[in-house]
């Protein structure tokens, strides 16, 4: 388990994974493995498990701490974790019939379940909406009140069955969070499509689109409305100084789109040309603000001062919990100046005279901008479409306040 994840740690500090979608697939996959492999105690096997993915989900944070998309995963996976173990306890619990019975049951109820936390037994009730059968009553009674025992054989078969029990809740407890991490990769695997599927209700015939980046999002999305013959032209802005929209152009012109490539500095004067704004997205942060490639705050701006709708597609596994002022939140990194200016044109800037030999030419090149929520008109995930003012709500769907934090418990 530590060699797999050393190995995962490694790509990500050396940047050799790139794209939030890939990113998250991997970091699910990598922690489904460390789940399978890790030993439970026998009691509190919910809490060991928690505290065994935040030490491993810390680390991978950690190695790239700009990928959001890393602990947003990391913060899913232990949002599944509590989940399945409140699912259990209200299985457990309900099967006992916690809505009936006489306080000598609930005495015996209490000795069975001493594990349970408050606020899953109180998840227990609130799901049983059924008295139990008669044979689920008889099963889940323990065996000292049904046959009485005089001999010491009798305790030994009763403390086997009970680490049998405890077993088979540990093996059950990772059996569920293993399928639900499956579905999770599953959903993160179909999300271009389950967004691509909404083209059609937001992009019409004649209509002029904008986009910025090289999206795998955007590009499904405009070939999905293409697909249901919808007739449209698309601008791309070539994202200097990566020139990422050359790559879309060049992927929309081979599925039959007609394309028009355009500087970045000539976004404000097409921009009243454009009937709609359509761009991926980085991370989504909790208040609604898009962390996005460089760039695409200039294009926000210009669509709202011509009031051009600025449409945003992301999968929920790039919905963050965090706020852009968090102090985990590292918004933006510094690429290479060789992207800008060839190194012998760098060095000639440089000033060997002096002591310092400090340069007199800076090369700043960020990778990303930060757009804030008031310059969105619509998000667009896999779940639908939402208002800015809406994503910390949907957000909250998938996290636990007490995950926004991932750090592994210190032993005292």
Known sequence: MNALVNEFIIKLKKRK?????????????????????????QTHQADALIDAIRGIGEKLIAANPVELAVGNIVRRVLNIIREEDVSLTAAAVGGLGISAGSDDEDDVKQDDHQGLSAAAVAAAARNTLRPPSLQTLLEDIPQSTAVPRTSSSAGDSEGKSKSADKNSTSKKLKHNVIEAVNELIQDIATCHEQIAEQ????????????????????????????????????????????????????????????????????????????????????????????????????????????????????????????????????????????????????????????????????????????????????????????????????????????????KQKSIS
């Open 17 to 41: 994974i790139e794209g939030s979608k890939t990113t998250a697939k991997l970091t699910a996959e990598v922690l489904r493995s460390c789940i399978s492999q890790q030993r439970l105690p």
């Open 199 to 406: 083209a059609v209700e937001h992009i019409h015939h004649n209509e002029v689109i904008l986009t910025l980046g090289n999206s795998r999002t955007v590009m499904e999305f405009l070939c999905a409305a293409k697909e249901k013959k919808r007739s449209f032209r698309v601008f791309v802005a070539e994202g200097a100084p990566r020139y990422q929209g050359h790559a879309l152009a060049k992927e929309l012109v081979a599925r039959g789109l007609q394309t028009t490539v355009i500087t970045d500095s000539a976004v404000f004067a097409i921009i009243s040309r454009v009937n709609m704004v359509v761009v991926g997205a980085h991370t989504v942060m909790a208040n609604g603000g898009v962390i996005a490639p460089v760039g695409m705050n200039m294009v926000a701006l210009a669509a709202q001062r011509h009031a051009v709708p600025f449409v945003v597609l992301a999968g929920t596994h790039k919905l963050c919990p965090l706020y852009p002022h968090n102090p985990e939140v590292l918004l933006n990194e510094l690429k290479s100046p060789a992207e800008l200016l060839d190194f012998g044109e760098f060095s000639d800037c440089l000033d060997f005279e002096s002591s310092s030999g400090s340069p007199l030419l800076d090369v700043v090149n960020p990778a990303f901008d930060y757009v804030p929520p008031n310059l969105v008109s619509l998000f667009i995930t896999d779940t639908g479409g939402h208002n800015a003012s809406f994503m910390y709500r949907l957000i909250a769907d998938y996290y636990s306040a007490d995950d926004i934090v991932v």
